[in-house]
């Protein structure tokens, strides 16, 4: 039963043209992560919502957003992809409590920049 | 910030040998370290994790070993078999306020040969 859900699991776009990953999550949690992962390289946290709360990290570039509108629901949107963008995006969700950290993450979306 | 590094980036090894995998940690206030293993097209999933109170924590054939004061913990699988096979990251955190933030290691490549 797949928890965390990311659609589309392929997307495909053009360089400049703006684009919006989905992810959904049927598990209540109060924390939705978005990782990016290039090939052969590690999962690398571009931002996260504690509930509507939202942090980015130091290093995500402007052109990387945010929106989740509910606790079910995060959307990544890059505005202007670049093919150096070209990645696969994972989004994933852990709840508030510290003794219940683990991370669970969607299947992913590859996007590939033309 | 929190730097994992991991090491090897490859591992071959037949099937019935063990295999580690070795990480370390730059930040000494880091106090959960996961293990995820990924399949080819998949999502990451959690199949181990200790937190900085213990020093080791077992699984069937897979272990977890922590050192502190090193700032290394390591993953062993005893009896790896070919569905063993996948990349494993390692990761670590500290949970500040109500979230984590998982960094990642670079990742190992496991290649099990029958």
């Known amino acids: 039963d797949a928890m965390v859900i990311q659609n589309p699991r392929y997307q495909v776009t053009q360089f400049g043209k703006p684009v919006t990953l989905s992810c959904s999550q049927t598990?209540?949690?109060?924390?939705m992560y978005w990782y990016q992962q290039k090939s052969s390289q590690a999962p690398k946290l571009l931002f996260h919502y504690y509930d509507k709360d939202f942090n980015n990290e130091a290093d995500t570039p402007d052109n990387f957003q945010s929106r989740r509108p509910n606790t079910s629901f995060c959307f990544l949107d890059i505005r202007s992809p670049g093919l150096g963008d070209a990645a696969m995006y994972l989004c994933?969700?852990?709840?508030?409590?510290?003794?219940?950290?683990?991370?669970?993450f969607g299947q992913g979306t590859r996007l590939t920049v033309v | 910030g929190e730097n994992v590094e991991q090491h090897p980036s490859t591992l071959s090894v037949q099937e019935g040998d063990s295999a580690v995998i070795k990480c370390t940690y730059s930040?000494?206030?880091?106090?959960?370290f996961p293990w995820y293993k990924q399949e080819l097209g998949k999502r990451p999933q959690l199949i181990i994790d200790?937190?900085?109170?213990?020093g080791e924590k077992k699984d069937q054939r897979i272990a977890v070993t922590l050192n502190k004061t090193a700032k290394h913990f390591s993953l062993h699988i005893t009896e790896t078999q070919p569905e063993d096979s996948a990349v494993y990251f390692c990761a670590a955190s500290r949970n500040g306020g109500a979230t984590n933030k998982l960094i990642f290691g670079t990742g190992t490549l496991l290649a099990v040969q029958p």
């Open positions: 930040d000494s206030a880091s106090n959960y």
């Open positions: 200790i937190r900085s109170n213990v």
């Open positions: 994933a969700t852990s709840r508030r409590r510290q003794a219940n950290t683990e991370a669970f």
């Open positions: 598990l209540n949690h109060n924390v």
